[in-house]
């Protein structure tokens, strides 16, 4: 009988791409090598990796940014982000801000969208580079 080992996608190594580099789930990272006699599955590619991997929860090579969050998560994240300046930053402009509908789509979305212009346009009166928002938004999908 064969004695087959158990797939475990928490630890697991596959072969990535063409180029066959090794990743190991467990080591959430590229490995030079794979103890001997272990298994080895190749897969296509690190977007194909990552999907499989997202199923059991596990993270994959790609760095995916969250489409939305809740309000809630998005201001947890912004007090997290360091101890409330930031948060109280982005109330004080929601406030002051000359728009109506901004500040009625703060304080009643029912989810936050990365690609929303409003939030394209206070990341940009606040000065948050576009890879802080994708910071913040990897944080509140966290949480």
Known sequence: ML????YTPQNWY????????????????YVESVPKGTPVTPIKSE???????????????VVRI??????AQAEIALYQHDNGILLGRVNALI???PYEP??????????????????????????LADEMVDTLFLTAAKL
């Open 47 to 61: 977007s194909d990796l990552t999907d499989v991997l997202a199923v059991h929860d596990v993270e994959g090579p």
């Open 102 to 127: 901004v500040r009625i789509w703060w304080r009643k979305a029912t989810y936050i969208s990365r690609g929303h212009p409003y939030l394209w346009a206070l990341s940009i009166e606040l000065g």
């Open 95 to 97: 406030e002051a801000y």
């Open 3 to 6: 004695d087959l080992p158990v």
């Open 14 to 29: 596959w072969s990535v791409g063409e180029d066959a580099r090794i990743w190991s789930s467990k080591a959430r990272g």
């Open 66 to 71: 969250p489409d939305r969050v809740s309000p």
